[in-house]
């Protein structure tokens, strides 16, 4: 009698590698999965077609994708591009060798602090859940760099900056605030009495709807792209309350805070 199994990573990797490359071999499976030896290579290969049959036929050698096959959503298209904005580039996360789906990637600054031993104390303060103290370097006009005292609730990835998460424990009502890695030059375990009052709050910010209008001078094949580029619906556009300011200071004429010092660069002539 037979028992079903479950699909598992190297069938996953098959079912994509097909879809995308059209075939997968034995060596395929070998390269992607190191010491897997034939003989599994092969039942995997088995297994995966027998786990997606309108999508994969088994031949001699190989598995392929079948003619006009559905494509199943652990091998789409928004599955692949999940990889690339992750970075998992290697053949057994995308089905695809380095020569056959080459990636550049353009990294414009330094995402970590500066500090060897920042980075760690700050995870290790979110991995416990307690306090931290780090010292800071703020770019608004006038800011003096100094010691703060915080609760981290998490990291967050916007555009190409990382940015630690964390209520101010100094501030009334603990507010949740954004502080850039790069510009935490020390950090260290607090270890003090939270306040009180304190009502820890999560990294994940409420979603809103922002009006937008796009711009006229725009063509309409123009104007369709950025829609989908930009994920406008019904002329708004749904974004995290805290990434409001920095989405339409980059896509709009939204003015730069007033006391900020910006822009931080200037073009030599």
């Known amino acids: 009698m037979s028992h079903y199994r479950p699909p598992n990573e190297v069938d996953y990797f098959i079912l ?34 027998t786990h997606w049959p309108d999508t994969l036929e088994r031949t001699g050698k190989a598995v392929k994708l079948r003619s ?82 915080l609760l981290p609730a998490g990291l967050e990835r916007m555009g190409d900056q990382w940015r630690l998460i964390a209520q101010d424990l100094e501030d009334a009502g603990h507010p949740l605030k954004v502080f850039v890695l790069p510009r935490i030059t020390d950090a260290e375990l607090a270890g003090r009495k939270l306040p009180k009052e304190l009502i820890r709050l999560a990294a994940d910010d409420y979603l809103t709807d922002v009006p937008v209008r796009l711009n006229e001078a725009l063509s309409e094949a123009q104007q369709a792209v950025l829609r989908h580029e930009l994920n406008v619906v019904d002329g708004k556009v749904r974004l995290p309350k805290r990434g409001i300011f920095e989405f339409l200071r980059r896509f709009s004429d939204q003015p730069a805070n007033a006391n900020a010092i910006w822009p931080p660069l200037l073009k030599e002539d």
Request: aromatic share 6%; with cysteine; charged share 25%.
């Open 68 to 149: 006009n096959a559905p494509i199943p959503a652990q091998a789409s298209e928004e599955q692949l591009m999940n990889c690339l904005d992750q970075g998992l580039f290697a053949l057994r996360d995308t089905g695809l060798r380095a020569d056959e789906l080459p990636v550049n990637i353009v990294q414009w600054t330094r995402n970590a602090p500066q500090t060897p031993g920042v980075l760690l104390t700050i995870s290790r303060a979110l991995a416990h859940h307690g306090d931290l103290r780090i010292f800071y370097v703020g770019l608004r006009r006038d800011e003096a760099p100094r010691w703060r005292w």
């Open 16 to 49: 994509r590698r097909a879809v995308r490359y059209g075939s997968v071999t034995r060596r395929d499976v070998i390269d992607a999965f190191g010491k897997i030896g034939t003989t599994k290579a092969s039942l995997a290969m088995d297994g995966a077609a």
